[in-house]
């Protein structure tokens, strides 16, 4: 497929990495509905494609995503916006079973700090910056901003981000815990494919059942949640790679995956 508003490739350094560039520089990345259908295409061909084993989204080091694309939303109305029910994709990159990792630098505002959230981690540069600046503009969050945020960096924090618009810069996310690495502009990039591959070599039937499990911490009591770990992982038992795994750590070898 041709893409106008993102970039794919896969690195060099790692080809079973599936990286996207987000690709509109001139307006920040604002996240247009093109871009988000095209980055959805991408992330689900990449998700269904065993050669991968995880993704990283990136932007340029001015801006990860300065957020909706304002121009696209200055003059709807609510049934436009509602008919429109953008927020359908965004559920369909939550439900993405490989590791989404986003690769930040600069802006990541509005829906762009949303977009980022959705991913299961985030390597930032110093440069980064994280924000809900939508009240400036009359609205608020509403790509899962007032929810993500707060589960990670509590209400207080929450509310005054959101009430006041006010940006986080790398660091204060990294004390946060809602990066978890940040490393200079030249080399942020680097960090995240290093990151990423480093899970592209775990065995990928145990990556995916494990990171649905951390992420039903976020949407259940704590009884079925561990109730929901302990199913998987008992699944991982019919697993060759569990066979191998703990066979080559009896025989002290390297495994050697077969994701099956
Ligand atoms: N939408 C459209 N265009 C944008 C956006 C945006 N969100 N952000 C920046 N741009 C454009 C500017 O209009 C400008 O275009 P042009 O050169 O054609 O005039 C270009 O990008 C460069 O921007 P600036 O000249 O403003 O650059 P500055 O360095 O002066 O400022 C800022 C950078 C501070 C990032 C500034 O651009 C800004 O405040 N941007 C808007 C940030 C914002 O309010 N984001 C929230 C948007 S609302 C939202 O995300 C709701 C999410 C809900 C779910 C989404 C479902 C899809």
Redesign the pocket.
């Known amino acids: 497929m041709e893409y106008q508003c993102i970039r794919v490739y896969r690195p060099e350094s790692n080809p079973r990495i599936g990286a996207v560039q987000l690709n509109r520089p001139?307006?920040?990345n604002?996240?247009s509905l093109q871009l988000?259908d095209e980055l959805i295409s991408a992330l689900e061909a990449f998700d269904a494609d065993p050669d991968i084993g995880c993704m990283v989204l990136h932007g340029t080091e001015r801006a990860f995503a300065?957020?909706?694309?304002?121009?696209e939303m200055a003059d709807a109305d609510s049934v436009e916006m509602l008919l429109r029910d953008?927020?359908r994709k965004w559920e369909r990159i939550a439900a993405l079973k490989k590791p989404l990792i986003a690769a930040v630098s600069g802006?990541a505002?509005?829906?762009g700090c949303?977009l980022a959230l959705l991913c299961d981690m985030i390597v930032a540069s110093e440069t980064a910056q994280f924000g809900q600046?939508?009240i400036?503009?009359g609205?608020m969050?509403?790509?899962g901003g007032t929810q993500r945020l707060t589960r990670i960096v509590g209400k207080a924090l929450a509310m005054e981000l959101v009430l006041t618009g006010r940006f986080l810069s790398a660091q204060e996310a990294y004390r946060l815990g809602l990066v978890n690495r940040v490393a200079p502009v030249e080399l942020y990039l680097e960090e995240a494919f290093a990151l990423a591959s480093l899970i592209a070599s775990k065995p990928p039937i145990a990556v995916r059942l494990a990171k649905e499990a951390v992420l039903k911490a976020f949407s259940t009591p704590l009884e079925l949640g561990i109730e929901f770990e302990r199913k998987n992982f008992y699944l991982l038992f019919s697993t060759a790679d569990q066979k191998e795994g703990m066979h080559a750590f009896q025989q002290k070898r390297l495994p050697q995956w077969q994701g099956r």
């Open positions: 001139d307006k920040l604002a996240l988000m300065a957020g909706a694309d304002i121009d953008q927020f802006y505002l509005g829906g949303e600046p939508e400036n503009i609205v969050p509403g790509a």
